[in-house]
């Protein structure tokens, strides 16, 4: 479409190269029948194409399902929406130019993608901006590619790649793709359960309107897309109305057959000097422990610790019920806590909630890493802070 924004509004009636393209525009949104034939309005005699009733019918459809005044004329915010949305994921390089910000249906998807994936790319607005930017590196950082900001082909592989597992696809499509092989560890076949603790009528700790009960929830979704994203099926234990008790979540991880089981929560404390962050696995502290619970418990601290700057509290041998029911490796993670006021500021700014999601995806990675593959204690260089 052609780049003057000041038109004057086309109307029914109206002729000429400038219909034209929005015919052809209304077309690809199948919106108006494939040219066939070269009648008038159709490609081949410009000057002719006409704006005919079945144009403005186009156009009030668009108009509606858009949102915009549904008037029958092509006037600029029309126009604009019409020059949007012939754009699709992968029909160009997409990246931040703050002069003239690229504006698109291509970028709201990609923005829904990484929504879905568990990255803040800002609002879903279709202006490719700063936001959006941040959220398209973090995503490159933790899938091994190159993380230069732009959405060019090997990103748009992996998006379309996840996009197909995170929905519920095949694996398969994964284990073909050129990129998941050459970015490093993945996790293809593991099932891992997060469990957000408390729900549904328990809040669990409360400060104002803050719960535990949601933010974990929030924090649970995050981990869910990155690790679905790196390949994992990921169950959660309960949605937001749910309270399984601790018997029904453990029971649910092990009718799952899951790999992993990794529960949520963070603290609260009638000292607010209380803060940090701490991790549980099964063990009596002298003898009997679960190993794998023991190094994930520990990966999964160090690497929120070092992510996010929160205190550390140290990884803890426990005999609770639900470490020492389930049938796999489990840790109970404690992020935070509420009653701290820098704790508490940190957990509800959603940026530090994905950032400890990378870091959980950073534990599981390294904690499925072949050996033969898991370079000595120290070159592995990590994503520093998402
Ligand atoms: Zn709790």
């Not at 996840?162 to 993945?186: I, N, W």
């Not at 997060?194 to 669990?204: A, F, Q």
């Not at 190993?291 to 509290?313: K, P, S």
């Not at 599981?364 to 370079?375: G, H, I, K, S």
Request: aromatic content about 6%; hydrophobic content about 35%; overall charge negative.
């Amino acid at each position: 479409m052609g780049t003057d924004s000041r038109m004057h509004p086309l109307r029914p009636g109206d002729r000429g190269p400038a219909v034209a393209d929005v015919r052809a525009a209304l077309r690809a949104l199948e919106l108006l029948p494939a040219a066939n034939g070269a009648g008038p309005g159709d490609p081949g005699d410009l000057e002719q194409a006409e704006y005919d009733r079945a144009t403005e019918l186009a156009v009030r459809h668009f108009q509606q399902v858009r949102g915009l005044t549904v008037d029958g004329l092509v006037g600029e915010e029309t126009y604009r929406a019409l020059s949007e949305a012939r754009w699709s994921l992968g029909d160009r390089l997409l990246h931040h130019d703050p002069e003239r910000p690229t504006r698109g249906d291509d970028v709201t998807s990609l923005q829904e993608r990484l929504h879905e994936l568990g990255y803040d790319a800002g609002p879903v607005d279709g202006v490719f901006g700063a936001d959006t930017e941040r959220g398209l590196r973090a995503f490159q950082r933790d899938y091994g590619l190159t993380s230069d900001g732009t959405c060019g082909p090997a990103t748009f592989r992996a998006l379309r790649q996840l996009g197909r597992k995170v929905t519920g696809g095949r694996p398969q499509l994964l284990r073909q793709s050129a990129v998941f092989v050459e970015s490093g560890p993945h996790l293809i076949g593991r099932r891992i359960v997060v469990d957000p603790g408390h729900g549904g009528p328990d809040p669990g700790h409360t400060v104002g309107e803050t719960t535990e009960a949601d933010l974990v929830l929030d924090l649970a979704s995050r981990i869910e897309g990155r690790l679905a994203a790196a390949g994992a099926t990921v169950y959660l234990t309960r949605g937001r109305s749910q309270n399984p008790t601790g018997e029904e979540r453990t029971a649910f991880a092990n009718d799952a057959r899951a790999d992993l089981f990794l529960s949520l929560h963070v603290d609260g404390h009638a000292s607010q000097h209380a803060r940090g962050v701490a991790s549980f696995y099964y063990g009596t502290g002298s003898g009997a422990s679960s190993t794998v619970g023991e190094q994930f418990a520990n990966l999964l601290r160090r690497e929120v610790v070092a992510r996010t700057g929160l205190v550390d509290l140290g990884s803890h041998p426990k005999t609770w019920q639900m470490l020492r029911a389930s049938r796999m490796p489990a840790v109970r993670l404690d992020c935070g806590y509420l009653s701290h006021p820098v704790d508490r500021l940190l957990l509800l700014d959603a940026r530090l909630r994905s950032t400890v999601a990378s870091a959980v995806l950073a534990a599981v990675q390294r904690l499925f890493l072949p050996a033969e593959a898991d370079p000595p204690t120290g070159t592995f260089v990590l994503p520093a802070r998402v």
